[in-house]
Nanobody, 120 residues
Framework: QVQLAESGGRLVPAGGSLRLACAAS????????MAWFRQPPGKEREFVAG?????????SYADGVKGRFTISRDSAKNTLYLQMDDLKPEDTAVYYC????????????WGQGTQVTVAS
């Protein structure tokens, strides 16, 4: 089992930047891919960005964040990051990190989430 803990969420003005972190512990060797998801108020959870953890290869970004958000990781620290620039009010959401052990599985380990609020 992998335990995930997000941090870094807060209130920021529109146009601002924020970096989220997700610290992993436990069976970290099983982290094949990691991703960021978010759940805006009153909406379903949605994919934001994902990468292959040990190679660092970025897999994809959601269309709405391309060019503004950057996913990365520090494998030595077992930590995933999300750099968010040019934030917009529609980026307001609870942000979650998740991991899965192989390409064919679903994301089964999740953090508790961190709140990002972008003020207009």
């Amino acid at each position: 089992q992998v335990q995930l803990a997000e941090s870094g969420g807060r209130l920021v003005p529109a146009g601002g930047s924020l970096r989220l972190a997700c610290a992993a512990s436990g069976r970290t060797f099983s982290m094949y891919a990691m991703a960021w998801f978010r759940q805006p108020p009153g909406k379903e959870r949605e994919f934001v960005a994902g990468l292959l953890f040990w190679s660092g290869k970025v897999l994809s970004y959601a269309d709405g964040v391309k060019g503004r958000f950057t996913i990365s990781r520090d494998s030595a620290k077992n930590t995933l990051y999300l750099q968010m620039d040019d934030l917009k009010p529609e980026d307001t959401a609870v942000y979650y990190c998740a991991t899965k052990p192989n390409a064919g599985s679903s994301f089964g380990s999740w953090g508790q989430g961190t709140q990002v609020t972008v003020a207009s």
